[in-house]
């Protein structure tokens, strides 16, 4: 993330994202397939790091990424094999939706997880300042579906819809949206124009 200074002089805080090139590489069609999709390579890989199936699909080719986009029966589809999009298809103040992998957090407890506020440090607790309390009692004689426990936190994919297009740099697939996006540094993100 850094911070953008508007025309306007308002500061704006963004994420850089890098926005292709990305090649269609094939093209599904209801009437072969029985479905409308196009798939997309992104990114370049050593052939030895490449499978000899991956290799058959791709003709060839060393993309790192495959995404396969379904379409709606509303969306017409225009894209032939081998087109390429880059970030040019953007334009500040386009509205995007932006999905991908939370930062992995591994299993944590219920106070890191939940919030849970913990137990007192005083009146006799020794060891028990974090943890999670009752989680049943009363005349049941089993766990409640849903209760909040410890367990393994992040890596859920995240889609966060409504960001803005801040800033455009078509000659480096630079773009600038407005706010935080969720993963790690690196990680790979969908972007869909709405």
């Given at each position: 993330?850094?911070?953008?200074?508007?025309?306007?002089?308002?500061?704006?805080?963004?994420?850089?994202?890098?926005?292709?090139?990305i090649?269609?590489?094939?093209?599904?069609?209801?009437?072969?397939?029985?479905?409308?999709?196009?798939?997309?390579g992104?990114?370049t890989?050593?052939?030895?790091?490449?499978?000899?199936?991956?290799a058959?699909?791709?003709k060839?080719?060393?993309?790192?990424?495959l995404?396969?986009?379904?379409?709606?029966?509303?969306?017409?589809?225009?894209?032939?094999?081998?087109?390429?999009?880059?970030?040019?298809?953007?334009?500040?103040?386009?509205?995007?939706?932006v999905?991908?992998?939370?930062?992995?957090?591994g299993?944590?407890?219920?106070?890191?997880?939940?919030?849970?506020?913990?137990?007192?440090?005083?009146?006799?607790q020794?060891?028990?300042?974090?943890?999670?309390?009752?989680?049943?009692?009363?005349?049941?004689?089993?766990?409640?579906?849903?209760?909040?426990?410890?367990g393994?936190m992040?890596?859920?994919?995240?889609?966060?819809?409504?960001?803005?297009?801040?800033?455009?740099?078509?000659?480096?697939?630079?773009m600038?949206?407005?706010?935080?996006?969720?993963?790690?540094?690196?990680?790979?993100?969908?972007?869909?124009?709405?």
């Amino acid at each position: 993330m850094m911070e953008y200074f508007s025309e306007e002089g308002n500061v704006i805080p963004v994420t850089i994202l890098k926005a292709g090139p990305i090649t269609v590489t094939r093209v599904f069609s209801k009437d072969v397939d029985g479905y409308d999709s196009v798939q997309v390579g992104y990114g370049t890989d050593k052939k030895s790091n490449i499978n000899k199936p991956r290799a058959g699909v791709l003709k060839g080719a060393t993309y790192k990424t495959l995404k396969e986009f379904r379409l709606k029966p509303t969306d017409t589809n225009e894209a032939k094999v081998g087109d390429v999009l880059d970030v040019s298809t953007f334009v500040p103040g386009d509205k995007l939706q932006v999905t991908s992998i939370s930062k992995g957090k591994g299993f944590q407890g219920v106070v890191k997880r939940h919030g849970f506020a913990g137990g007192p440090r005083t009146h006799g607790q020794k060891h028990s300042e974090r943890e999670p309390g009752s989680i049943g009692g009363g005349l049941r004689t089993h766990v409640p579906k849903g209760m909040r426990m410890a367990g393994r936190m992040g890596s859920d994919r995240i889609t966060q819809k409504n960001l803005k297009v801040v800033f455009v740099d078509t000659e480096n697939n630079l773009m600038l949206v407005k706010g935080a996006i969720t993963g790690r540094r690196g990680s790979l993100v969908e972007i869909v124009s709405r």
